[in-house]
């Protein structure tokens, strides 16, 4: 750390003393304990605690969450990068190198995600017959009956209620299959006005908030903490809207600070400190910055839950992983029902319940206010200068939206079929690999916070 920085971190800690009125006490001693002096012990409003959750997922979730991620159903997802911005017309597009997807050559992608966008493959002939009565825009009369009535209960669903995202057209010519691996969520170099611009959008036009709550235009500005402090006073249903967003920033700011470029030249990733002290650090911060990786852990559990709520939908023996692989299928089906039940299996699973559970009118209004607005957000994905930036924000903005509509659909989820289509509740392959790499993106957000603490621990 340099002479200067070093004498900016102690005439803060100062000031912070000051006006906490503790001039007597002694700021933390090394860069470890200021920026997680917070994210130890009970959650608030939660009775899980966050070394319960760091042992759940850095032991026992992560290795096997990655190697599920790795295979050819969860790497490849289309997307619509050419999408115009909605809102504004004014992009400045990222021309850096790390900016830019490279997506897949048709050859590139196995022939059975081509063909069965669906999760019921074993209904192949049915489900193609499906597909092209959906491109055509009209149930063909020629169609079989069964068809016909999965055609119009399929688009009755997507145009439902419980969709949270507005999700791409995949059958439009400007989507493409992009590989996830070679196309990873790192830093790319896009920042300044124009990236704060997208996250400053979310927070003031898109949430429940007077308007007097103004949000800092610079993320890294300490008075953040008085934006996110004023948002405590709203009731839980709409201070968890914005601690959602709240929890996503966090998220991949981890990431940004864990997959830093270290040196153009030869294009070397690493953690990178002082990217995440200004970040996070409880004194560069005004302690808004361990009070946010604190927060992050409730969007892991937020997600965590939805996905053993999930898991009838996956054990149901219809459902496969297909990519016309039928033995990787298997093992990869098993491999995620293996998952899903270490999950089911966590102690201390988030209680949705607590939200939305008041009058049943109001509630019914705050439930599609929240849908309603995260929709929105997914629109504004379109407009992230930066193409990787959008690939990653348009997956995760869906992976969560998928991870409320499967919370939100509890009993539709307990009365589906043993066997055969599913008409109330089902989920598509674009809902299905983003939510599963959304998850994967916290999860390892969570474990990255292990490696930072360790890296900072002899820091000052």
């Not at 006490?25 to 920026?35: F, G, H, K, L, V």
């Not at 992560?62 to 295979?71: G, I, V």
Request: glycine share 4%.
């Amino acid at each position: 750390m340099s002479w200067s920085r070093g004498f900016l971190i102690g005439l803060l800690s100062a000031a912070w003393l000051l006006r906490s009125g503790r001039g007597d006490q002694q700021p933390p001693e090394t860069a470890a304990q200021r920026c997680f002096c917070q994210v130890s012990g009970y959650l608030d409003d939660c009775t899980c605690d966050v070394e319960t959750i760091d042992r759940f997922n850095n032991y026992r979730l992560f290795p096997r969450l990655q190697k599920l991620l790795e295979s050819d159903y969860f790497r490849y997802y289309k997307v619509n990068l050419k999408r115009p911005c909605p809102f504004w017309s004014d992009i400045n597009q990222c021309g850096r190198r790390d900016c830019a997807v490279k997506p897949c050559q048709s050859d590139e992608v196995p022939d059975g995600i081509k063909s069965a966008s669906y999760k019921y493959s074993e209904e192949a002939n049915l489900l193609e017959e499906c597909e092209q009565a959906e491109r055509l825009g009209a149930v063909d009369e020629s169609l079989s009956e069964e068809t016909q009535k999965a055609v119009l209960q399929w688009a009755k669903h997507d145009d439902s209620s419980d969709n949270f995202c507005e999700a791409d057209d995949i059958q439009s010519p400007d989507a493409e299959y992009v590989d996830l691996l070679l196309n990873p969520e790192r830093y790319t170099g896009y920042k300044g006005p124009d990236a704060w611009k997208i996250w400053n959008v979310i927070y003031e036009e898109n949430c429940f908030k007077p308007q007097t709550i103004k949000r800092p235009l610079n993320p890294l500005a300490a008075s953040q903490g008085e934006f996110f402090t004023l948002l405590n006073a709203l009731c839980p249903e709409r201070s968890l809207f914005f601690f959602l967003l709240s929890w996503l920033e966090a998220s991949v700011n981890i990431f940004i600070s864990s997959f830093f470029l270290e040196t153009w030249l030869e294009k070397k990733w690493g953690h990178n400190i002082t990217e995440f002290q200004q970040r996070f650090d409880g004194i560069l911060t005004e302690g808004e910055g361990p009070r946010r990786l604190k927060n992050l852990y409730f969007l892991y559990l937020i997600e965590l839950r939805a996905l053993s709520k999930v898991l009838p939908f996956f054990e149901r023996p219809d459902f496969q992983l297909f990519t016309g692989n039928k033995i990787q299928d298997a093992e990869n089906k098993m491999l995620l029902l293996e998952i899903l039940h270490e999950i089911k299996s966590f102690p201390l699973h988030f209680d949705e319940n607590s939200f939305f559970a008041g009058d049943k009118k109001e509630a019914h209004k705050l439930k599609e206010d929240f849908r309603l607005h995260f929709r929105n957000i997914s629109r504004i994905m379109d407009c992230v200068g930066c193409l990787k930036c959008r690939l990653w924000g348009k997956l995760q903005t869906q992976g969560l939206g998928t991870a409320l509509k499967i919370l939100f659909s509890e009993k539709l989820i307990a009365n589906m079929p043993e066997s055969g289509p599913s008409y109330e509740f089902h989920l598509t392959r674009q809902e299905i690999v983003s939510l599963l790499n959304a998850f994967g993106r916290i999860s390892t957000s969570v474990k990255e916070l292990e490696n930072f603490r360790n890296l900072l621990q002899n820091i000052h």
